[in-house]
């Protein structure tokens, strides 16, 4: 059959070996020379920072990771203040501590990321700190930003243990 070929032999080697070029091009080369590039393009761009402390996402991790924590003491209805109020009174009342004083708003606590508001609270001293643990532990109600233990002099007959006050930071 090979004998009554039209062409010539060397044609047919010759044939087989571009095709079997393109072929092994196609699966083993190519990919190799992405893939070389690819590497090139990496090594340019670590060249061109030259800074191991670059990070291209921490500015975005460290921003969801501060709004997860501003979203805990986030408010978000007109009537914050004495819903508030009202749930860090029933909190008291579960540790048998009584709210005596909660002054009137001044806007001098108030900023534009978050309501400062003092508060006082009476009880014997061991009530007084487990509702510290358990307002500090709270979700959604705020932050103690100072705490102050005292017992008033001029009142002692009035109040029965020391007093508790409360610089308390909630978030907008």
């Not at 039209?6 to 095709?19: I, M, Q, S």
């Not at 061109?48 to 501003?70: C, F, V």
């Not at 209805?77 to 029933?90: C, G, K």
């Amino acid at each position: 059959m090979w004998k009554y070929w039209p062409f010539r032999k060397d044609y047919l080697v010759y044939t087989g070996a571009v095709l079997l070029f393109f072929i092994s091009y196609q699966l083993a080369f190519s990919k190799t020379l992405d893939e070389w590039h690819f590497y090139r393009q990496l090594n340019q761009e670590l060249a061109a920072t030259n800074d191991l402390s670059y990070q291209p996402g921490y500015m975005e991790r460290k921003s969801r990771n501060l709004e997860r924590a501003l979203a805990l003491y986030r408010s978000d209805t007109a009537l914050f203040r004495s819903n508030t109020l009202s749930e860090i009174a029933i909190l008291a009342e579960k540790q048998h501590v009584r709210l005596t004083g909660v002054p009137a708003e001044q806007d001098i606590f108030h900023t534009d990321r978050a309501i400062l508001q003092k508060l006082r609270f009476a009880g014997d001293f061991f009530s007084l700190n487990r509702f510290l643990y358990a307002l500090e532990s709270a979700k959604g109600i705020g932050l103690p930003r100072s705490v102050v233990y005292r017992t008033d002099r001029k009142n002692v007959a009035s109040v029965s243990g020391p007093v508790l006050e409360i610089l308390l930071e909630i978030s907008k």
